[in-house]
């Protein structure tokens, strides 16, 4: 392992966001606002952040976007610094032209399943380790760094590492809807040991659970192949990284911040609320109102 050093990430936005329907006929969850900002803005934020320089957004067919919201609108903001308003948009250009989005259709001839649209983009990340994000995981840590900056650095601080896991904390019943990440030596970041993906309650032997943040090496794609699928004929990612880390070391980082899935409305509309509250010129009237709300 001689390159260490993450330069390219990818975000899946491939989904068919069945449980917002109708609202995501069009328009893809990872697009849905999380106060003013899109869910996929949050993560490519995090991606500048950790000094990614090529962002791979893997989207479906007919459903661009996201190509849309990244690229530049010199007309938008002529009219915003025509009227003053040009500060709206000081957050957005942070992100948007810092990095090099690089957008591509999902495979539509490989198995389904969350391995697929990695295994889409492997011509462009598999000579260098790269960061997967999955489209619908926040992560909220308003005071240090980001999600993927503690990955990033994390896989470089272990020479040996073939992969790095976000991993954070939960109670057993949360992460029986999730994935369980045991370590081998028991610790919360140690060498993962073996990933479960939805374990049963009594099989629960970890307060860790696994989400859509990690940094992957090359070699993934010697087990992400598409005639290497899992249950129910599906290409699980997870399966690919349970094969890789028999043979190489993969590690857990628990990730400093709030996990935040926006993965079904109720989840979405309490990432909604946490987000907003970091917001000053906000947060006051909604707690207020919320308050008012509860008194009824």
Request: glycine share 8%; with cysteine.
């Given at each position: 392992?001689?390159?260490?050093k993450?330069?390219?990430?990818i975000?899946?936005?491939?989904g068919?966001?069945?449980?917002?329907?109708?609202?995501?006929?069009?328009?893809?969850?990872?697009?849905?606002p999380i106060?003013?900002?899109?869910?996929?803005?949050?993560?490519?934020?995090?991606?500048v952040?950790?000094?990614?320089?090529?962002i791979?957004?893997?989207?479906?067919?007919?459903?661009?976007?996201?190509?849309?919201y990244?690229?530049?609108?010199?007309?938008?903001?002529?009219?915003?610094?025509?009227s003053?308003?040009?500060?709206?948009?000081?957050?957005?250009y942070?992100?948007?032209?810092?990095?090099?989005?690089?957008?591509?259709?999902?495979?539509?001839s490989?198995?389904?399943?969350n391995?697929s649209?990695?295994?889409?983009?492997?011509?462009?990340?598999?000579k260098?380790?790269?960061?997967?994000?999955?489209?619908d995981?926040?992560?909220l840590?308003p005071?240090?760094?980001?999600?993927v900056?503690?990955?990033?650095?994390?896989?470089?601080s272990?020479?040996?590492?073939?992969?790095?896991m976000a991993?954070?904390?939960?109670?057993?019943?949360?992460?029986?809807?999730?994935?369980m990440v045991?370590?081998?030596?028991?610790?919360d970041e140690?060498?993962?040991?073996?990933v479960?993906?939805k374990?049963?309650?009594?099989d629960?032997?970890?307060?860790?659970?696994e989400?859509?943040r990690?940094?992957?090496?090359?070699?993934?794609?010697?087990?992400?192949?598409a005639?290497?699928?899992?249950?129910?004929?599906?290409?699980?990612?997870?399966?690919?990284i349970?094969?890789?880390?028999?043979?190489?070391p993969?590690y857990?980082k628990?990730?400093q911040?709030?996990?935040?899935t926006t993965?079904?409305?109720?989840r979405?509309?309490?990432?909604?609320?946490?987000?907003?509250?970091?917001?000053?010129?906000?947060?006051g009237d909604?707690k207020e109102?919320?308050?008012?709300?509860?008194?009824?």
């Amino acid at each position: 392992m001689v390159n260490r050093k993450v330069k390219k990430a990818i975000i899946t936005a491939a989904g068919l966001g069945t449980r917002f329907l109708p609202a995501t006929k069009n328009i893809p969850k990872e697009m849905l606002p999380i106060v003013d900002l899109p869910i996929i803005h949050y993560i490519a934020e995090e991606c500048v952040e950790a000094g990614i320089e090529d962002i791979i957004i893997v989207i479906r067919p007919g459903n661009e976007a996201a190509m849309t919201y990244f690229s530049p609108n010199d007309e938008l903001l002529r009219t915003l610094e025509q009227s003053g308003k040009e500060k709206q948009m000081e957050r957005y250009y942070k992100v948007a032209g810092k990095a090099n989005f690089v957008f591509v259709h999902q495979d539509q001839s490989l198995p389904y399943g969350n391995g697929s649209p990695i295994l889409t983009v492997k011509n462009l990340v598999d000579k260098e380790p790269f960061v997967v994000c999955f489209g619908d995981d926040l992560v909220l840590n308003p005071e240090g760094n980001g999600a993927v900056k503690q990955m990033v650095d994390a896989y470089g601080s272990h020479d040996d590492a073939f992969g790095i896991m976000a991993v954070t904390k939960l109670p057993k019943a949360e992460i029986t809807r999730m994935g369980m990440v045991e370590t081998i030596d028991g610790s919360d970041e140690g060498r993962v040991k073996r990933v479960v993906e939805k374990p049963a309650l009594e099989d629960v032997v970890s307060e860790l659970a696994e989400f859509g943040r990690m940094v992957l090496a090359p070699e993934i794609f010697e087990y992400l192949r598409a005639d290497n699928t899992g249950k129910d004929g599906e290409l699980w990612l997870m399966d690919s990284i349970e094969q890789l880390l028999v043979k190489k070391p993969v590690y857990a980082k628990t990730i400093q911040g709030e996990f935040l899935t926006t993965g079904d409305p109720l989840r979405f509309l309490k990432a909604s609320y946490k987000f907003a509250m970091q917001r000053p010129e906000i947060a006051g009237d909604l707690k207020e109102f919320l308050n008012k709300e509860l008194e009824k």
